[in-house]
């Protein structure tokens, strides 16, 4: 069965430090999704991406945050210049339409992300 | 703002027990309501979606309804085994239908 992965599984950064934490939807997928989720809080949208255009994104995805489609396959979150507080499970979704249309969203393992 | 909350935090039962996990929502304008599994430190596991216009979801020993006037929906799992311990998680579509609105998740742990 298709799957969304996300690579590397656990990065560890230096405070100050641009990361990239990297994504492959589902093939057939057309809309992309970053969440996080920050230890023992819950699970917060972060950017939704359709057709190369940001379509919607949270107040905590602000001008540190930044997403691309580089290829046909890969979806990337960078976050420009880490803080402490960005330390958080970082999720990758994805679905073939909206869930106005009724449908799923399909979520990756994640990637840790540990900023100190 | 769209709120969920889910109750209880965590809960645990012997194995063999019927439970319910519920879920509130504060504006029952939604398109649907999506209940997810989450193993500790892995990623998300859809489970059941209930669209807008639907009243319940079944899957194997998972039933999940949803009464959207009162911003209500259950989650029941028949006969609960040890591999059921997880932590359960209920979304909400915003009003564009473009993220997720997540609870905070019930933990649960089935004893053998």
């Known amino acids: 069965e298709p799957e969304v992965t996300q690579t590397p599984s656990h990065q560890v950064t230096q405070m100050g430090q641009e990361v990239i934490l990297r994504c492959v939807p589902i093939?057939?997928?057309?809309?992309f999704y970053w969440y996080r989720q920050i230890l023992g809080q819950k699970v917060e949208f972060l950017v939704s991406f359709y057709n190369n255009e940001i379509s919607e994104k949270s107040e905590i995805f602000d001008d540190q945050f930044s997403v691309e489609r580089p290829d046909g396959s890969n979806f990337t979150l960078k976050i420009r210049s880490t803080k402490l507080e960005d330390s958080a499970m970082y999720f990758c979704a994805s679905s073939v339409g909206l869930g106005s249309w009724g449908d799923t969203q399909y979520f990756g393992p994640g990637t840790r992300l540990t900023v100190l | 703002k769209q709120e969920v909350t889910q109750i209880p935090a965590a809960l645990s039962v012997p194995e063999g027990e019927n439970l319910v996990l519920n879920c509130s929502f504060t504006d029952s304008a939604i398109y649907n309501l999506q209940w997810f599994r989450q193993d500790p430190g892995k990623g998300l596991t859809s489970l059941l979606l209930?669209?807008?216009?639907?009243r319940e979801q079944t899957s194997g020993r998972l039933n999940a309804s949803l009464d959207k006037s009162s911003g209500r929906s259950t989650l029941y799992i028949a006969a609960s085994q040890p591999g059921d311990s997880a932590t359960y998680l209920c979304?909400?579509?915003?009003?564009?239908?473009?993220?997720?609105?997540f609870g905070k998740g019930t933990t649960l742990s089935v004893s053998s």
């Open positions: 979304a909400v579509d915003n009003q564009a239908g473009t993220a997720l609105i």
């Open positions: 093939s057939n997928h057309l809309y």
């Open positions: 209930i669209q807008s216009s639907q």
